[in-house]
T-cell receptor, first 112, second 109 residues
């Protein structure tokens, strides 16, 4: 049972490049989340998906887009990466109405 | 969702109980109190949650005041492996888990 799987684990991008962070969960959860965590800071919610086909902005959505491809997968896209987006990105999932979220191991992204 | 306030850091001696407070004075009737922790740079881990009553599981106990404006997470016998950042989150029907800055708990030998 893999839980929440994020790919890639590490990535270095040049300013202006684009990339998609992938997240998949195998727990049949309805809700999925994307967070970013800057050094020494708490997690900040980027986007949230309550169910397949729905997405909602979180605290810091600017510069990001998301796709809830199906119930299992929730991807995060950076269209034009900026150094300010250097961060660790966490994906999470939970059952609707129950906020016991399970987190992936994170993607460490550096934009130079 | 209601905001929460936690002390930025706390120390605890190994083997002692760690009591982590959280203030959520604007909590509404249908909102739950959730606790997570993050060890080093791993993804956060769910600990416990409650609505009104005190709760206990294999990891911790959660004490919620009668007016629900504050709560305390209790780790009964803290070990070095409990050193982590602990987050108190209040959430209701929005489903959004908003993490604050949390409390950094340092368990010392």
């Amino acid at each position: 049972n893999a839980g929440v799987t994020q790919t890639p684990k590490f990535q270095v991008l040049k300013t202006g490049q684009s990339m998609t962070l992938q997240c998949a969960q195998d727990m049949n959860h309805n809700s999925m989340y994307w967070y970013r965590q800057d050094p020494g800071m708490g997690l900040r919610l980027i986007y949230y998906s309550a169910s397949e086909g729905t997405t909602d902005k979180g605290e810091v959505p600017n510069g990001y887009n998301v796709s809830r491809l199906n119930k299992r997968e929730f991807s995060l896209r950076l269209e034009s990466a900026a150094p300010s987006q250097t961060s660790v990105y966490f994906c999470a999932s939970s059952e609707r109405g129950r906020w016991e979220a399970f987190f992936g191991q994170g993607t460490r992204l550096t934009v130079v | 969702d209601a905001k929460t306030t936690q002390p930025p850091s706390m120390d605890c001696a190994e083997g002692r109980a760690a009591n982590l407070p959280c203030n959520h004075s604007t909590i509404s009737g249908n909102e739950y109190v959730y606790w997570y922790r993050q060890i080093h740079s791993q993804g956060p881990q769910y600990i416990i949650h409650g609505l009104k009553n005190n709760e206990t599981n294999e990891m911790a106990s959660l004490i919620i005041t009668e007016d629900r404006k504050s709560s305390t997470l209790i780790l009964p016998h803290a070990t070095l492996r409990d050193t982590a950042v602990y987050y108190c989150i209040v959430t209701g029907n929005t489903g959004k888990l908003i993490f604050g800055q949390g409390t950094t708990l340092q368990v010392k030998p």
